[in-house]
């Protein structure tokens, strides 16, 4: 946070925002930096900012900038149960590493069914999935 304080004195800066930030690391950020926005993934099957981030935030004037909100491509009700990914693909290994099986074997079928719920009552209003 040292360089951002730096950087915004020199004026090359206004505003400094992070991403993947734990509320311990704002805590420790903010004491020494006004920082505007944390990033984080956020969708309907990772809702877990909720529980601390969001209210976090909310209690010190941070903004938040949501990624992964079409849950990378599963909630574009484009995927099957027949959709295969590469050993390369992001999608694979990402929440794989992040102990968030979201795309594998029985995690991917039952997402799969509760898309299909989700396009049933999107069909019904006339909209879709996303």
Aim: glycine share 8%; with cysteine.
């Amino acid at each position: 946070m040292e360089v951002f304080t730096r950087w915004q004195e020199e004026g090359k800066i206004r505003y400094g925002g992070v991403s993947n930030f734990s509320v311990a690391q704002m805590e420790e950020s903010l004491k020494t930096f006004p920082i505007v926005c944390n990033q984080v993934g956020y969708n309907l099957f990772n809702r877990q900012p909720e529980e601390e981030m969001f209210p976090f935030c909310r209690k010190h004037g941070v903004g938040i900038m949501a990624y992964a909100s079409l849950a990378s491509g599963l909630l574009t009700g484009t995927m099957t149960a027949d959709t295969k990914f590469e050993e390369d693909d992001w999608r694979r290994n990402v929440y794989k590493r992040w102990n968030n099986p979201l795309f594998e074997g029985e995690h991917f079928i039952r997402n799969l069914e509760i898309v299909e719920k989700l396009k049933e009552i999107a069909d019904s209003r006339g909209k879709t999935v996303a």
